[in-house]
């Protein structure tokens, strides 16, 4: 009986093994396709202010509409194309739209692009970005690069060094899903990041859980002694934004908000008043 089970769990294991070589293969087979067509595309969400909820940026997440109406997620697109050396491609394309986008925004609204580790694993990645401002004519001191510890992980030295130069060259970094990895602490005593981004994972719980409150609190405290902005990611409640602020969270982003939006409708978000701002306004939160 045993080995018929064992039989059978691995033939359900192989079968969906099978799914998935067949399911990446699927998507491998059009995604080159994709990104020479230029379909996969910059959608913006905001960050704010948590106090104001005025924007003051907007992060580029990859959107890859299929003819059928359907989205691919990028957690399933981004690591095929990571895999497969097509990340190159697809960053420089979208990073080079979503500076001629972002260009028509007022000029105190940032744009913050995602690094993936295996583009920063390329050879002078950061050269390339440095031309594709200048092309574009998006001034650097606009642009934010969110990166994540994984990207620090293979080759600090080198990691280190193409982020000071584009530090120098007036680039914010951003520390992206921060509290998730394993070194999160070492990696904010080996590079000075201008942003950590506070995981959504920590902010999903927070209202129930007085735990993780404290933890949030810590990892704001902790941002502050480093002269570290925090942003926290996942806001989707009202309650969720104002304990933020209590905690003395300053920045933040979620669905409450807005989620990402296509360029056009970014125009549209910029104009509009920040909403509710009175409700929350006038609560006094530490200054960082
Ligand atoms: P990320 O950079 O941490 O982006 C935040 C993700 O959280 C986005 O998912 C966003 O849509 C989602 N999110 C934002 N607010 C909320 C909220 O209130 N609730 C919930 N449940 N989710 C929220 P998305 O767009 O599916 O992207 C997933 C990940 O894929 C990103 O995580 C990033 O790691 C990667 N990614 C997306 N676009 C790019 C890209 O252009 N380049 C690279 N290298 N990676 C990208
Ligand atoms: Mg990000
Ligand atoms: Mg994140
Ligand atoms: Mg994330």
């Given at each position: ?31 080159l ?5 230029d ?46 050396q ?20 007022p000029?105190?609204i ?7 580790p295996?583009?920063m ?13 200048g092309?574009?004519?998006?001034a ?33 970094v951003?520390?992206?899903?921060f ?51 925090a ?22 982003q ?6 990402a ?27 960082q």
């Amino acid at each position: 009986d045993v080995k018929k089970q064992r039989k059978a769990r691995s033939q359900i294991y192989e079968a969906s093994m099978l799914g998935r070589t067949h399911r990446a293969a699927h998507i491998e087979a059009r995604l080159l396709d994709a990104i020479e067509a230029d379909r996969i595309e910059p959608y913006y969400q905001p960050i704010f202010e948590i106090d104001t909820r005025r924007i003051v940026g907007l992060e580029v997440l990859a959107r890859w509409r299929q003819s059928g109406g359907d989205f691919v997620p990028p957690d399933v697109f981004i690591p095929i194309a990571e895999e497969r050396q097509l990340i190159d491609a697809l960053s420089e394309r979208l990073l080079k739209r979503a500076c001629v986008d972002a260009r028509q925004w007022p000029e105190d609204i940032f744009l913050s692009f995602n690094i993936s580790p295996v583009h920063m694993e390329t050879e002078g990645w950061e050269r390339r970005l440095m031309d594709i401002l200048g092309q574009t004519g998006f001034a650097p001191s606009r642009l934010q690069v969110e990166i994540t510890e994984t990207s620090l992980a293979s080759d600090l030295p080198a990691a280190a060094r193409a982020l000071a130069f584009l530090q120098k060259e007036g680039v914010a970094v951003a520390l992206d899903d921060f509290g998730t990895g394993y070194s999160n602490l070492a990696q904010l005593s080996n590079f000075s990041f201008a942003r950590i981004k506070i995981d959504r994972s920590f902010v999903a719980p927070l209202l129930e859980d007085e735990r993780q409150q404290k933890i949030v609190r810590l990892m704001v405290a902790l941002a502050r002694v480093l002269d570290v902005w925090a942003t926290a990611e996942g806001i989707e409640t009202e309650e969720q934004l104002v304990l933020l602020g209590k905690l003395g969270c300053r920045y933040g982003q979620g669905y409450l908000v807005s989620r990402a939006v296509p360029s056009d409708e970014v125009v549209a978000l910029l104009a509009a008043a920040p909403l509710g701002a009175a409700t929350i306004g006038g609560q006094n939160l530490p200054e960082q």
